[in-house]
């Protein structure tokens, strides 16, 4: 009887111990395990699982990219992992829009476990660059919103858009073809944006049925993920399923949002001649938008939304911790007092808002706190220069050791700091002299894959939308 009394006792410590150790994210996840969430029923103590670390993420235009992208950047500092980073003359992108190669990786940042920077989908050539179980993540947008931004961004550097008089999306779209060139630099941001992205043809006629088929049907096998841009937070549910992932890790701030003032509103013609315009990325995002409802369906409906509640309430927690009692306040880039935070400009006509931390609550933080708050509302450019510095010491370090043969461990987490003069360019956010190519047509070496879903009446989409 003693013996059996031991036992339970140890039983009762252990299980504090986990409560304690655990805490907030035990909490959540077995709340969302309570309602019965197959996907968790394997593994519903953290740790039991690991976590998967190599990704590839495709970074598409105008789709709450950039906020995803920021998640990975944290979630692998976090966990000590490599993320391939373009060279100096690609920018911080993978000299987009030309087609991705190994060329293009900075060979310090080598062999990576993400990949999540911009750049024309290959992959026959991250098959090269990446480990045998890689995950393969993407994310769509709906094309009337999603063109909208991409007419007002890139009004200023892609010409099929500047020459139109008043600068008027309407009369682009009474007569696009008056405007749009297809082999001037910029053109795949004026038709199929996501097409190209995904490494596909463009300019494919809208008539040509089994392209288009054939193109989604490729996506679909190579992404194990197409997220959508409305539903964020659902989506994110997912990635946290598919990588067994936790919830602190798909914790974000919408980043590279503009102001109201710089979008426009869209009549239902408009949305139709958008969609006309871009046949093939309005298939792309019809077919996986109801992919996406069925992997939903697939986890359990109640569960996802019981995530998606537990989700908004551990970020709202993070928000009070980095800005206080109110939440964040966007600004202006010529409103935030740290140059370091200020988002990058595409022109005098639309303004990207960005964050600043509060000095009265920034004068309490601890240094950990601090960076983890600065990581958060980071922009691309910076975070992406940043990572690379910080990257790079961690290469020498270690570099450094192997030939002395010390004794003491370089495997210490190497702190990093802001740059203080980031590169606030005047220049397109693609290399000047590259040319996009012209659509390559569907082959191995430039399709992509995802898993998608459809709109779906009643459910209320996610607070994260790409501006």
Known sequence: MWKKKIFLVIIAISTISLLLHHGGHLTWTMDAFHLGCPALHSHPYSGLKPKHSNVVFLKTHKTASSTMQNLLFRFAERNNLTVALPIQACGHQFCYPRSFTTHSVHQHTLPPN?????????????KRLMPNDTIYVTILREPGSMFESLFSYYNQYCQSFKRVPNGS?????DEPWRYYKPEENYSMYARN???YDLGGDKDRPAKDVSYAKAFVAQVERVFSLVMISEYFDESLVLLRHLLSWDLD???????????????QGLTDDLRKKIRAWNSLDAQLYDHFNASLWRQIAAVGPACVAREVRLLREAQEKLMKRCFGEGMPLVRSAAEIKNKELRPWQPSGKVDIVGYDLPVNITQSFSSQDQELCLRLIMPEVQYTKMLLRSQLLRY?????????????????PVRTTLLRHPAHRSQPPVPAAATPASGTGINSKTAAGTRGRTNKQGAKPSQTQSS
Do not use: C, G, W
């Open 249 to 263: 890790d798909i914790l974000y701030v919408k980043l590279n949002m503009r102001t109201p003032s710089s979008k």
């Open 396 to 412: 020498r370090l270690t570099s450094q050791a192997r030939p002395q043969q010390q004794s003491h461990s370089f495997q210490q």
């Open 193 to 195: 944006t996501l097409t």
């Open 169 to 173: 999306l309407e009369a682009f779209l």
């Open 114 to 126: 993400i990949v999540t920077n911009h750049m024309r989908f290959n992959k026959a050539e991250l």
